[in-house]
């Protein structure tokens, strides 16, 4: 489908300057010309005279460039047309995509001539399979980035070698770039069918990927002050200003609220750093060679905008920099947290309106349980309320330290000294004692879930996160296959201590959130030994207007190496509409994480590396339970985190997609 094209679109970039008021010039992708803002020259409009004839609204042939970019249109920097290969008459139709957006509605409207009624719609749909009684439905796209063409059919298509033969043929006999272009297989199925074919040259979606000098991972601009982060500190080292766009060697698994994002390497849109940028609505991309690219701007103010096909990166104008600093921000309000309930209850006794005892973590997942969905499970599990983090910090004087940490003139000046005291009341919650009462009540808690004897997830489930206008993706701990009491135990007191990680107190600065508001609730859960893992968003993860396709990022074993953002994963469009499945891309690690016997997880040699992780039996039943999921909250933006044991799929966190 056209719109599954956009991930990608990936264009390299280069360099231009404008005006004689250097020092720096302007730096793009190309395609997007050689200025922006004021530095753009007026283009005269083309005056068509009214004497000149009307365009047909398709052609038997595409013979130049002109005549591509007539029929074309550009998406996320991909320039794509479409055409229609008539079987009885071997006739071709490249059609005008911006008149006609579906195959269906040209071949209904020029060639049938009908009305499409639901037995004709019915009859056409067979088109898809391969049993075609009609026509050949095809895509044409040129990827700039790379300098590639490609011909495709629909990702659902289940066209033959001879089919796609024939095609190809047809293809190469009337478009100008004929003997340029290559088969492009969207899905498992159409891979298998690339492999079988005997003269006709194809490409996968995932060299294409990799191959790419650009991809815009959340579009957006802003404005501030662009830093080169030498690629040898530790990440544990770097602290940012939240008016920093940070030019990075490779992406980081956690940063704090900054103003725009450049990665040298790779990482997907559906990582907890990439969710945020979604979040706080800044650019982010990747880019090759970023740091060689944007050398000259180091230290200055910039003007930076990232689009799905191309980017922008010049000097900020004086107006755009008061503009800029101008701006408000948004203050988040929190749920405000239950500090006199004190069972510790069930996941399945769990509804909406627990979100003020447990946060929306638990509470989500007791709305999913109790809408009674099939197809998937909720692991077990219980929560431990707000009550017992302010016990724990009452008793042990905590709270006072946080009131005196808070008001320090240093500590609110300086990023380096928060970053210490932070980590410094995280290390005093986590020494300090539990009671008696409450280490016998998650004791018993312990005992009376099922399957606990091998391994639990221990989760953060604060007031401050898994919200409509702050998730919170990433910012708190979870620790995972924690094995008896004592761990358990060792790890609520970590994750409490979570409350107070760097990235969290930063990005709740940025939403204005009251610090003293926040407080911290434990999900305790049935650890569930994945041998696959990920995250869907029910997005498409470049078009906006895109509304029948879910974005999946999968890879075997458990999933956090998939949200931290620092490899590839396998990564899939799929459509809930029609079932179609387009893959992006491939995971290729070498190794996976799973259960350690003793608690916690390890590192082991992954024997499926490069081989798909879902099969498309499990990516359609992800993409049907999400819809279903979305129903239940009523809400058709979600981030749903999932794991299959084999085919059993199971829905470990919802939580809103910030947008």
């Known amino acids: 489908m056209a719109r599954a094209l956009t991930l990608l679109v990936l264009l390299t970039s280069a360099c231009s300057s404008k005006g004689d008021q250097a020092p720096a010039p302007t730096v793009q992708g190309p395609g997007s010309g050689s200025g922006s803002g004021s530095a753009v020259p007026e283009v005269a409009p083309v005056v068509v005279p009214e004497t000149a004839p009307a365009r047909r609204l398709w052609s038997n042939k595409l013979d130049s460039q002109e005549m591509f970019d007539a029929y074309s249109k550009e998406l996320g920097g991909e320039r794509f047309s479409k055409f229609v290969i008539d079987l009885k008459s071997d006739a071709i139709y490249y059609f005008d995509v911006d008149v006609y957006k579906v195959h269906k509605d040209f071949v209904f409207q020029e060639l049938y001539k009908k009305p499409k009624t639901k037995e004709a719609v019915r009859v056409f749909d067979k088109n898809y399979t391969a049993q075609k009684v009609d026509f050949m439905l095809c895509y044409i796209v040129h990827h700039t980035s790379q300098d590639v063409w490609t011909f495709a059919f629909w990702d659902g298509d289940l066209a ?107 990482s997907t849109p559906l990582s907890h750093v990439s969710l945020r940028a979604k979040a706080w609505k ?21 003007w930076f905008e990232a689009k799905g096909g191309t980017y922008t990166l010049r000097a900020a104008t004086p107006q755009e920099i008061a503009a800029n600093q101008a701006k408000e921000q948004k203050h988040v309000d929190l749920p405000a947290a239950n500090l006199d309930f004190g069972e510790m209850l069930t996941l399945d006794q769990f509804t909406a309106k627990d979100i003020v005892k447990f946060g929306a973590k638990s509470a989500n997942q007791g709305e999913i349980i109790a809408a009674k969905l099939t197809g998937f499970e909720v692991p077990p599990g219980f929560g ?34 928060r970053k210490k005291a932070l980590a410094g009341l995280k290390a005093a919650i986590m020494a300090a004692p539990v009671d008696k009462s409450f280490f016998d009540k998650v004791d018993a808690a312990l005992k009376a879930l099922p399957g606990s004897d091998g391994g639990v997830f221990v989760r ?17 701990d979870t620790v995972p296959n924690q094995r008896g009491l004592d761990q358990v135990l060792a790890s609520v007191k970590k994750v409490w201590g979570s409350t107070w990680n760097f990235a969290a107190f930063e990005d709740r600065s940025r939403a204005k959130i009251d610090h003293l508001k926040v407080f911290s609730s434990v999900l305790v859960q049935i650890g569930v030994p994945a041998t696959a893992a990920g995250v869907l968003i029910t997005e498409h993860p470049t078009d906006p207007t895109d509304e029948k396709n879910y974005t999946i990022n999968a890879k075997s074993g458990l999933g956090m190496s998939v949200v931290d953002g620092k490899k590839v994963p396998e990564s899939l469009i799929v459509s809930w509409y029609n079932h179609g499945i387009r893959v992006l891309s ?26 798909p992780v879902l099969t498309n039996a499990r990516a359609l039943l992800l993409a049907d339970t999400a819809r279903k999921i979305t129903k239940v909250f009523k809400n058709d933006h979600l981030d749903i985190e999932w794991v299959f044991v084999g085919e059993k799929l199971f829905i470990v966190q919802t939580r809103p997609l910030v947008r």
Do not use: C, W
């Open 384 to 417: 431990i309320p707000y009550r017992y983090y302010a016990e724990h910090m009452a008793k042990n004087g905590l709270d006072e330290k946080l009131v005196a940490m808070l008001a320090d003139p240093a500590f609110k000046s300086d990023a380096n000294v």
């Open 282 to 302: 800044i650019p982010n991309i990747g880019l090759k060679g970023a740091r060689e690219k944007l050398a000259t701007f180091d230290g200055k103010q910039v």
């Open 460 to 476: 953060s489930s604060g007031n401050a996160e898994d919200l409509d206008q702050f998730n919170g993706a990433g910012l708190y």
């Open 586 to 611: 491939r995971s290729a690690e070498p190794t996976k994480l799973v259960f350690d016997e003793k608690g916690g997880i390890r590192e082991v040699p992954n024997p499926d590396a490069g081989k």
């Open 160 to 266: 033959t070698p001879e089919q796609v033969t024939h095609a190809y043929k047809r293809m190469k006999e009337t478009f100008f770039k004929g003997d340029l272009v290559k088969y492009r297989p969207d899905s498992s199925h159409q891979e298998s069918v690339a492999k079988k074919l005997v003269g006709v040259p194809f490409i996968l979606n995932d060299a294409l990927y990799k191959a790419a000098e650009y991809v815009a991972f959340n579009e957006g601009q802003n404005v501030g002050k662009l830093r080169l982060v030498p690629p040898n500190v530790a990440e544990t080292e770097l602290t940012f200003a939240t008016d920093e766009i940070v030019v990075l060697a490779a992406p980081l698994a956690d940063i704090t609220p900054v103003a725009g994002i450049i990665s040298e390497q790779f």
